[in-house]
């Protein structure tokens, strides 16, 4: 069952009004050039504890610990800000700035656009400059369709990251949920690589992004797949996710690309190169591989969709 606020406003209203928020305004930029955003100070804290730990034996146990203190401190400040907010008057809106701060819909559909305009302004390469700030992967080593690929792969995954994930732990556990699952998504994002530095010290920290990852990515792979009725292929978004996504090497991530490959009639995934490593990924989805700037407006479309549905449930559960 979903807890309500300590102060007696229901965790679902909060994130309606943060979903609401966050749609129209974003991150403050201002704001945060002069004030670390959390997720930064969750990034300094990994990057310190990755600096003093992984070195020597038991890497793996350090690894482990590393990421049960990251998300431990995380949690335990999400609780200390509970009880502030509950003891201040209007503190439940102070909490809907906090947790419209930790999801990012209009900021993932700001760089993801900024792909397709780049495509077509500055050709492959504004387009490998522009898909650099959302992807691991060595842009140079991208054709334009491949840019477009990667910036819909990147718009699929992180609606569940950055978006259904967050709004999922929120409601399950509030703030000390929320922080805490950002904490682990940022500590995966910095040392959950198969890479010789973090295969051992990440390894922990990967695993547990990927167990509270579980739940929200399927949830994410369905609201992009009901979005997608009636205007792109609902049907073949459903059918290919069911089809591909357990293929993908990520046992999450495949739910939602596999769903958008299927709505919009393309093929993602696939073949890619991380750090001059080709790895042989199976494709998403059985339609055209070859993406264009038009094909990333279409899936930014279907994101706007999902994400519409996603505020239209919570808003269900807060009238119901």
Not at 295 to 300: F, G, Q, S, W
Request: net charge positive.
């Amino acid at each position: 069952m979903f807890l309500s606020t300590t102060w007696g406003v229901d965790l679902c209203a909060v994130l309606t009004l943060a979903l609401v928020l966050d749609w129209l305004i974003g991150d403050p930029q201002a704001l945060y050039r002069r004030v670390p955003h959390p997720v930064v100070l969750f990034g300094r804290l990994v990057g310190r504890l990755e600096a003093e730990l992984n070195r020597g034996a038991a890497r793996r146990l350090r690894g482990l610990a590393a990421i049960l203190l990251t998300a431990g401190l995380a949690a335990g400040i999400g609780a200390l800000l509970t009880r502030i907010f509950g003891a201040v008057p209007f503190g439940w809106l102070i909490e809907v700035l906090a947790v419209a701060t930790l999801i990012a819909q209009r900021d993932l559909y700001g760089h993801v656009a900024a792909v397709a305009r780049a495509l077509d302004r500055d050709g492959l390469y504004g387009g490998r400059l522009a898909v650099a700030h959302i992807v691991g992967r060595d842009p140079q080593s991208l054709d334009a369709a491949g840019v477009g690929r990667a910036a819909i792969e990147s718009c699929a995954e992180n609606f569940s990251d950055g978006v259904v994930a967050p709004a999922f732990w929120y409601l399950l556990l509030g703030l000390p949920g929320l922080l805490a699952y950002k904490a682990i998504n940022t500590a995966d994002s910095m040392i959950g690589h198969t890479t010789p530095r973090y295969r051992r010290f990440g390894w922990a920290a990967a695993r547990l992004d990927d167990l509270v990852n579980l739940i929200p990515a399927r949830i994410a792979g369905g609201l992009l797949a009901l979005a997608a009725f009636p205007w792109a292929d609902a049907g073949n978004a459903w059918r290919a996710m069911w089809r591909d996504a357990r293929k993908h090497r990520s046992p999450n991530a495949g739910w939602q690309e596999a769903a958008m490959a299927g709505a919009l009639g393309l093929a993602l995934n696939g073949p890619r190169r991380y750090g001059g490593v080709i790895k042989d990924d199976p494709w998403m989805g059985d339609g055209r591989g070859a993406v264009t700037s038009d094909d990333i407006r279409r899936a930014l479309k279907l994101y706007a969709v999902a994400c519409g549905l996603l505020l239209a449930t919570v808003l269900l559960c807060w009238l119901i």
